[in-house]
């Protein structure tokens, strides 16, 4: 017969059996759970680095953007920040424009559509590494000229004689017809009308102002920005006039598209010879007695007085709404010229149009 204490102890190794065999699944499945939640939150804190990383490089393309309206953002600039909580960025400012590159696949190097800052920046944080590019284009305070002669204030008097010619036809810096982009010799904006400039001008005149449509060559265009045109220039002005009488001087060369921006607060005399490219503002009248050669755009917001000068420009020319005069009774040529207007129109502006970004790999 079984003994009392055999049987004790055959009941006890049952119930340790019994014990073993509901802890171990209990435990593996635990390991399991703890192994799993180690895991996860692995990838949780990788995942949320690699956000930081994104956010990091974001960071980069803003500053760049900032520099970027402020005028100072320059090919081969590097800014290098370390933000709150550890993360940093290094942004690379590349020019495509002007790297010799054909960027975009199309068997041309450095066009007009290349002339964009690509801005690469690589954000950390941790281990984490995440890198975008980003692309900012060029955007002008000037909208854009649409004639050889924009009058703002369309009252103004017209007087056109000796060898005086406007010319709205597209001609190249270097003279000569480009055969196409061609707009009006003479136009006002919408609270004027074309019976209003042709009224203005004696049958004489009319065949001085040749463009779009033939002689007379008269039309309306949008209104020009002509406050920001004169804030941004007097901020952004590479020489500033400080005399009334200017004697002369050079300011740029149209062939090698070197534009200047001139800025001149209040009235002004040109007595001598006055050269140059790029973007001439004058807040007060301009008086032409000597001979001026532009290439680009004139603003002027008074009048214009050219009886007694000589005045050649090849871009465009805008008189302001406190104009009351144009004067073209000397050696006066003002031809329309798209190149022209572009030398200007590259200098007044800044790299703010952002294209958008991607992300690239950061090998």
């Known amino acids: ?29 635990v390991g399991t759970y703890l192994q799993t939640m180690t895991g996860r939150n692995q990838r949780l804190q990788t995942e949320i680095g690699e956000e930081q990383a994104l956010l990091a490089a974001e960071s980069g393309v803003d500053v760049a953007l900032h520099y970027a309206r402020l005028g100072q953002l320059f090919d081969g600039d590097t800014y290098t920040e370390t933000l709150q909580g550890g993360s940093r960025f290094v942004a690379n400012a590349d020019h495509l424009g002007s790297d010799g590159l054909d960027n975009d696949g199309d068997s041309q190097v450095d066009e007009t559509d290349e002339d964009v ?33 924009t009058l703002l204030n369309p009252n103004s008097d017209i007087q056109i004689g000796g060898t005086g ?46 463009g779009m449509g033939g002689t007379p060559s008269l039309g309306l265009v949008s209104i020009p920005d002509i406050n920001t045109i004169v804030t941004e220039s007097r901020n952004a002005a590479h020489f500033v006039l400080t005399n009334r009488v200017v004697a002369g001087g050079t300011y740029g060369n149209a062939s090698t598209g070197q534009g200047y921006i001139v800025y001149r607060d209040g009235d002004v005399q040109l007595t001598g010879n006055l050269r140059g490219a790029g973007l001439l503002v004058v807040t007060g009248n301009l008086r032409v007695t000597g001979t001026i050669n532009w290439t680009g755009i ?17 871009g465009g020319t805008i008189m302001g709404n406190t104009g009351n005069l144009l004067d073209l009774r000397g050696t006066v040529d003002l031809r329309y010229s798209r190149a022209g207007v572009n030398i200007a129109r590259n200098l007044a502006g800044r790299y703010v149009a952002f294209n958008g970004w991607q992300e690239i790999s950061v090998n």
């Open 117 to 149: 800052f690509q801005i690469i920046v690589t954000g950390t944080h941790g281990s984490a590494q995440r890198r975008i590019a980003a692309y900012l284009g060029f955007t002008s305070f000037i909208a854009d000229v649409e004639s050889a002669v």
């Open 1 to 29: 017969m079984e003994t009392r204490d055999n049987k004790q102890h055959r009941e006890a190794g049952f119930a340790s059996f019994g014990l073993i065999i509901v802890v171990v699944p209990l435990l593996l499945l």
């Open 165 to 210: 010619r406007v010319n709205g036809k597209n001609h190249h810096i270097a003279g000569g017809l480009v055969g196409s982009g061609d707009t009006y010799g003479i136009a006002t904006i919408p609270s004027g009308s074309v019976a209003t400039l042709l009224s203005r001008l004696t049958t004489s005149e009319r065949s001085k102002v040749d």
């Open 298 to 314: 004139i603003v002027v917001l008074g009048k214009i007085e050219c009886g007694a000068g000589t005045a050649q420009v090849y």
